[in-house]
Structure formats: C-alpha cells, structure tokens
C-alpha cells in the first residue's frame, strides 16, 4: 500500500500524523511550519485570527494583529513558505501539547474540511493571492485600531481567507 501524497492530506491528518510520528522531545515551529508548506501561512493565520473575532475584547487583537500583519505581507509579496524569525522557529511544542493541538483541529477544523473542498484555486494562487495579501493586511491593519468594532469583522474576514488558503 502507498502512502497518499502530502498534498492529498487533509491540514488535521497532516497534523495527526506529526503528532503520531514525532519524538519525545517535541516538534519546533519552524519544523512544522516547514512540513506544513504553503499551508503554514493559513494555519498560523487562523491560530492567529481567532482571538480577534472575539467581540468587545481589547488589547488582545490590537497586539496579535502585528504578526498577522506580518504573515500577510509575506503573502503579498508572494513567497511560498512562511519566514519566521531564528527565535520563534527554534521554539519546541511538547509532544503532549502538540497532540492536544492536533485533536482540538481535527475537532474544530474538520468540520470545515469535510463539508470543503478546493475550489476557486486560482485564488490562492499567483497575482490574486497577492491581492488576498493585500486585502488580508488591511485588515490587518484596520484590527491594530483601539477604536470599537474595529477588530471582530476584519478579524472574521481574515480567519475565512485563512481557512481558504488551508484548503
């Protein structure tokens, strides 16, 4: 029996299967950015985005948005994997924690990847991801103004272009 092609993986078998086959000592996240591929950018992204769809929470969005702004810019730019600092790549995930990560996705996002599949594709890809990009750090940008109702929409609509570049 073969194994199926990483991109014929679903992003929660993918991770299940990280989960499964790593050592004791963990996974860092540049390693698991790097297995992920150009779906690192969607899985931080959402990671990311979650806190900030949350209604009338302040602080939180405006200091998550810097890095979203970041991995944003990244994809306007075009590049295909996503480029973390020397310091947050060596960060170790514990097996165990990484485990629950990867149960809590197959919970939550699998819902999403089976009622989903690729469509529209060449959205993700070339001169219209870029412009995805662009949307995707005004938003960005728009979620760092301390002002009411600046965070939770533009926080949505990242956290669905994010789930489309999972996909």
Not at 16 to 35: C, F, H, K, R, V
Not at 74 to 92: D, E, N, S, V
């Amino acid at each position: 029996m073969t194994s199926p092609n990483e991109s014929d993986l679903k992003t929660t078998e993918m991770l299940l299967s990280l989960a499964e086959n790593m050592t004791e000592e963990g996974i860092t996240i540049g390693s698991l950015t790097d297995q992920l591929a150009d779906r690192g950018f969607g899985v931080v992204q959402v990671i990311l985005a979650l806190p900030v769809c949350i209604p009338f929470l302040w602080g939180i969005p405006q200091v998550v948005a810097l890095p979203m702004l970041f991995i944003a810019l990244q994809i306007t730019l075009g590049r295909h994997r996503l480029w973390l600092p020397q310091k947050i790549r060596a960060r170790c995930i514990s097996k165990e924690g990484f485990a629950d990560l990867a149960q809590r996705a197959q919970r939550y996002v699998g819902w999403f990847e089976a009622i989903s599949k690729p469509r529209l594709v060449w959205l993700t890809r070339g001169t219209t991801e870029r412009i995805l990009g662009i949307f995707m750090a005004i938003f960005c940008i728009s979620i760092m103004v301390p002002l009411p109702g600046t965070n939770t929409v533009p926080g949505i609509g990242v956290a669905i272009m994010s789930l489309g570049f999972i996909e």
